[in-house]
């Protein structure tokens, strides 16, 4: 039997909130758990947060402050912080990944670059820093889990040297750029298509937004773990992003080579950290369904690393020991 399943219908009925229907919605890489409800006219989200597990404050209040400033994030219509409940309003099951293809792609990233703008083009909320410690901390997943855990590699003094050189130049590249609002996991599987209104496509998973550079929800999106494009289809879109964020005030005086060179090195830094993150979703979690999406993001490693001169130490390290 589902304890928190049936938990969460008593909570329901006691909150007098009829339902003709329940199912799973979706579930993602924590532990949280999304059901949808039904009733004869309209339908709603309920998200299972074990507080045990997770907490649910950082959900709510990251939704009120990018409500405010204009995204199309669920509204929190219910809520019991004691149980790990929550009443959302449905934003649709119609994913950008289910319909991405060479026909929508502009016009699905506009919008999602659009909604990044917005974002970035507020007042800085008072969300964590994006900071050093945090930076190296998800960095050194890739040596902890990625190839000690998936690939049992253990590397020699010298070669940790060659990735911890690596690791400092990315640091810095991130601490360098304009300080934003970043929602972390901005991509084709956190994006919504809004049938009503496609111009403000839904957002989720957001409550890891943090402070930091102004071009990682911008790599997250367009060079995605789970979906890819061809790299001058990306530079293009990269190019449209910088002159809109210029013309808006959020970047000054930044050349398009600087704040491409930007984007790669804060897109090299996500995809080693995410590497060790679907490696430790397997190892530590038990999902394992994020290994196919390896390969992928070790490609979009390798294409920066042959790109910048500095990285080619790390380069031969990894083309030897992969």
Not at 66 to 73: A, D, E, K
Not at 115 to 132: G, H, K, T
Not at 160 to 183: G, K, M, R, S, Y
Request: include cysteine; glycine fraction near 4%; charged fraction near 25%.
């Amino acid at each position: 039997m589902d304890r928190r399943l049936e938990q969460l219908k008593v909570w329901l009925n006691e909150s007098g909130i009829v339902f003709q229907d329940i199912a799973p919605a979706s579930a993602d890489a924590s532990f949280r758990r999304y059901f949808r409800i039904k009733d004869a006219e309209q339908s709603f989200i309920v998200m299972d947060a074990p507080p045990e597990k997770e907490d649910c404050k950082p959900f709510i209040r990251i939704a009120n402050i990018l409500l405010g400033f204009g995204l199309n994030v669920p509204q929190i219509l219910q809520q019991d912080l004691e149980q790990g409940f929550l009443l959302l309003s449905d934003l649709g099951d119609t994913v950008f990944l289910s319909v991405l293809n060479n026909n929508s792609v502009d016009e699905l990233y506009t919008t999602a670059m659009q909604s990044i703008l917005l974002m970035q083009n507020n007042a800085v909320p008072d969300l964590p820093p994006y900071d050093e410690t945090l930076l190296r901390t998800e960095l050194n997943l890739f040596p902890d889990w990625y190839l000690a855990k998936q690939l049992e590699i253990t590397l020699a003094k010298d070669q940790q040297q060659v990735l911890e050189d690596a690791f400092a130049i990315l640091v810095e590249n991130a601490l360098t750029q304009p300080q934003v609002c970043v929602h972390r996991d901005y991509h084709s599987r956190n994006l919504m298509v809004n049938e009503n209104n496609p111009a403000r496509p839904g957002v989720i998973d957001f409550q890891d937004a943090v402070i930091g550079a102004v071009t990682y929800d911008l790599v997250s999106l367009l060079k995605d773990c789970y979906i890819t494009w061809p790299r001058e289809k990306v530079e293009a879109w990269v190019k449209y992003f910088h002159s809109e964020a210029e013309s808006l005030g959020i970047i000054k005086a930044v050349s398009f080579k600087q704040f491409l060179r930007w984007f790669d090195l804060m897109g090299l830094q996500r995809h080693i950290k995410v590497a060790g993150i679907f490696s430790r979703l397997k190892h530590r979690d038990g999902k394992t369904g994020y290994l196919k999406d390896i390969p992928r993001t070790m490609d979009y490693v390798f294409e920066v690393l042959a790109l910048y001169p500095e990285f080619q130490p790390l380069q031969k390290l990894l083309r030897e020991i992969l």
